[in-house]
Each structure stands twice: as C-alpha cells, then as structure tokens.
C-alpha cells in the first residue's frame, strides 16, 4: 500500500453511521475503530493514541461533551463533532471544551473527508511542523502521510512511517534513543536500542543513496538520531 493508515476513533451509538464512516474512510486510508458509547471510547483512548476523534454528543451513556473534557486533560487529538445537534449552544460548548471541528447530521462525505483533512493539517501547524516537509530529493507529506523519493512513492509499513514523521515533526533536532523508543513502541521497548537500529536501517535503504554514510537520517553516536533536510518547503 502507497500510503500508510491514519487511526480514527468512531464514537456514536448509531451502527449504520458507524458502518457508513468506515466503508467510506477506508479508500482514503483511514483506518477506523469503533465505540459504541462514552465508556468504551475512554477505554479505546486509555489503551491506544488515535490521529483524530469523530465523535457524537448524543451517546446513550454520557454526553459526547463529557468524552471531550475528558481528552483535553491529556491530548491534543483533534476531535470533531458529528451530530444532529446543531444548536448554537451545543456548538458553542463543544468549541469551549476543545472541539477542532462541527459537522451537522445528514452529512456529505465529502465535506467530512475536507474536515478531516483541515484538523489534521491545523493540529500539525499549531505543532510547529511544516505538513509538508521536503529533504533533498524525498518529500514528507504529513497530512496524507505520503513519501516520496524524487516522483516516485515510497512504501513504509506503519511503523517506518511513524517512526520517519516522529523524525520529521522534530527535523534538525536530536531525539535520543529512549525518546524514539518510549514514543513509537512504549515503555517495554525502552532500552531496545538494536531494536531501534533496525527500522533506521530499513528507512535509509528505502530513502538514503547511502546507507553507510547516511545525509537524511544521521546519527550522533550514543545519543540518538536526527532528520537533517537541505531545504524546506516555503513556510517551513
């Protein structure tokens, strides 16, 4: 596959939308995962991180607003609003506790699809990462998760991807070896460096000339590794 995955959480007590979402989301690469209530969603949200919440108010547990109090205490994730609500009040008090975006019931996929597109983008700004980041001959498109080498695409397993964008949203800066390791496996792989050196090994073969003698991917010796790019994109 040309373009790696980006995770979704699907929050609403409704199956067909549910069903709909992810027939629909899954030709443009997103990878869904469902709850059906507010318990299960802080569940999924404990065990696993998630590049975008959709999420509905009205959950047959507890109000989506709860769900959305409850991320901003720890994350970031952008979460947008789909509902049949579309009262200012609940407008306004989804945007107060954090909410990036409102889509109203009945929906056009299309639109859903463009603010998908606008949330992630949006998150990667505030970030401080250029969503499209260009090294010498490779591009880094972190909005639809695309690299390229020259015109040609370059296919990364999930993990190579998440392990080259960590890299890129930090580009020039050094991220040690437990940074990387705590970041993209979690804390039981923390001191696996050779577990590591792995997956650096397959991004160069797959993105350097030289694998010997890295320019993109270098490495400061007994501290970690750093995404070196000659030129950005304008903006960056």
């Known amino acids: 596959m040309a373009h790696s995955s980006t995770s979704i959480l699907v929050v609403d007590d409704e199956p067909q939308i549910r069903r709909l979402l992810k027939v629909s989301l899954a030709p443009q690469h997103y990878e869904l995962t469902e709850a059906g209530t507010a318990a299960a969603a802080l569940k999924r949200l404990a065990a696993e991180s998630f590049d975008l919440i959709i999420l ?8 989506g607003l709860t769900v959305i109090e409850a991320v901003r205490k720890t994350s970031a994730v952008p979460i947008i609003i789909l509902s049949v609500r579309g009262d200012e ?15 109203t019931k009945p929906f056009g996929m ?7 597109r606008a949330a992630l983008r949006h998150r990667l700004q505030e970030q401080g990462a250029n969503p499209l980041l260009q090294c010498g001959e490779v591009s880094i498109d972190l909005v639809n998760r695309e690299v390229k080498r020259g015109a040609s695409v370059v296919k990364l397993s999930p993990t190579e991807y998440n392990l080259l964008r960590l890299l890129a949203e930090h580009q020039g800066k050094i991220l040690t070896h437990q940074y990387i390791l705590k970041a993209i496996w979690g804390p039981a792989k923390i001191d696996d460096i050779q577990y590591l050196r792995v997956y650096i090994r397959a991004l160069r073969q797959k993105l350097e000339d030289r694998v010997d003698q890295p320019e993109l991917i270098r490495t400061e010796t007994g501290v970690g590794y750093r995404l070196m790019c000659a030129e950005r994109t304008a903006g960056g």
């Open 56 to 63: 509905d108010l009205g959950l047959p547990d507890a109000s």
């Open 89 to 103: 009040d609940s407008k306004v008090a989804a945007f107060d506790l954090g909410a990036d975006d409102y889509v």
């Open 110 to 116: 299309g639109e859903l699809v463009a603010r998908i």
